[in-house]
Every structure is written in structure tokens, then in C-alpha cells.
């Protein structure tokens, strides 16, 4: 199971499992805090456990949202299990991006 847990306004923890069966609920709360956040979103990952490649669309989903709603959005501490499939599909640059260390 993933859980997405807002801190406060611009700030949100993500953990669980980021796998095909988990990840809808946390993409559309996702969503809502980008919308509510005043211009700034950062959602730490250091609780994530299992992940597959959904959990990169998923992240791909918030960069998309993010930038279509003006918002900063920074990811922390990013799994290191994750870089692989960022690796594979050539996205490094992109993450590197909104990627800052735990």
C-alpha cells in the first residue's frame, strides 16, 4: 500500500509500495496538493519501499502536473531502487532536475 501525507501546505511525505495496485490514490492526492500548495511542493520519498515503473510515472504525472500549475515541486531523497528504471528510460536530466538528496 502507498500513503502520501501532506505536512503541511508545501510539503508531503510519500511512502509504502509505489506498484500498479497502489498508486492511483496517491497520483490524484498528489494532484490536489500541487493544486493547494501556493506555488511550491516538495514530497520526500525516504518511506518508499518496493517500487516498480509505475512509481516513475507517477512522479513524472506530479512533474507534469507541477509545471502546468506553476509550481516548484522538488522530490526528496528519491529511492535509490527507482534510478535504475529512471536510467533505463533516459530520464537522469529530467529528474535531476527536481531531485535533491535525502
Do not use: Y
Request: net charge negative; glycine share 6%.
Amino acid at each position: 500500500m502507498a500513503a502520501l501525507q501532506s505536512l503541511n501546505a508545501g510539503q508531503a511525505n510519500l511512502s509504502g509500495d509505489l506498484l500498479a495496485d497502489t498508486v492511483v490514490p496517491v497520483l490524484e492526492a498528489g494532484r490536489d496538493l500541487i493544486a493547494r500548495s501556493g506555488g511550491q511542493w516538495t514530497v520526500n520519498m525516504s518511506a518508499v519501499e518496493r517500487v516498480s515503473s509505475v512509481g516513475v510515472a507517477l512522479l513524472l504525472d506530479w512533474i507534469r502536473t507541477a509545471e502546468k500549475a506553476g509550481v516548484t515541486l522538488r522530490i526528496e531523497a528519491l529511492p535509490d531502487h527507482l534510478r535504475p528504471i529512471i536510467q533505463v528510460s533516459d530520464l537522469d536530466e529530467l529528474f535531476a532536475a527536481f531531485c535533491t538528496p535525502a
